[in-house]
């Protein structure tokens, strides 16, 4: 039998995506499923198929005010620390998901992944602050100086394009996504559970 694996494609301007991140390990975990972290920018997603980077979700506010009172709820229900509506919203989330890009193979990269949202969704800090980045990067024991010169490579530039790109030709359409080893795909956080359940049943 196989190794049970599941695909966890993750944006980190995503507040579902977050709700995700905080939660999945320990999920896939229970199951015996092995989780393969793939960062993306939903954004140049977004750009192809509509037209603009924004969130179609900011366009209406009745949807986004739903947004955020379902993403504080949800946030309650697993028992997180408070959330808070980051500002602005969305922000661009391009430095610290070429930092994962990097770090993918890394077994600090989901640690790294879950500071960053917690920093980001429940303590307010932006996704640009590279200071911030840096303190996190230290914080896990990394050399935040060589990490973020890394991140900043043609290599890792690239291969974020890459990533992108193959999220777009699976046809991830929004942020988290979860395929399984035959292709089966999940959009949200709702549907975690049974995304790691078909990545069991399939392997």
């Not at 920018?41 to 179609?56: E, H, M, R």
């Not at 046809?171 to 049974?194: I, K, S, Y």
């Amino acid at each position: 039998m196989l190794t049970a694996r599941l695909q966890f494609w993750f944006e980190f301007a995503s507040p579902y995506s977050y709700l995700s991140a905080m939660r999945i390990e320990e999920t896939a975990n229970r199951s015996g499923v092995e989780l393969d972290w793939r960062p993306f920018l939903l954004g140049a997603i977004f750009k192809k198929d509509l037209g603009s980077i924004d969130s179609p979700m900011t366009k209406n506010p009745k949807k986004a005010d739903y947004m955020w009172m379902d993403v504080a709820r949800q946030s309650h229900r697993y028992r997180l620390s408070p959330f808070k509506v980051p500002d602005p919203f969305p922000q661009n989330g391009l430095l610290p998901t070429r930092i994962a890009c990097h770090l993918m193979g890394d077994s600090r990269l989901p640690e790294f992944a879950r500071t960053v949202y917690s920093a980001h969704f429940q303590k307010g800090a932006g996704l640009t602050d590279a200071t911030a980045l840096t303190n996190i990067l230290e914080q896990l024991g990394f050399d935040a100086k060589s990490v973020l010169e890394k991140a900043g490579s043609l290599t890792v530039k690239q291969k974020l394009r890459n990533l992108t790109d193959e999220a777009d030709s699976l046809g991830v359409f929004g942020a988290p996504f979860f395929v399984t080893q035959n292709g089966e795909m999940f959009w949200g956080d709702d549907r975690l559970e049974q995304a790691v359940e078909s990545a069991l049943a399939k392997s």
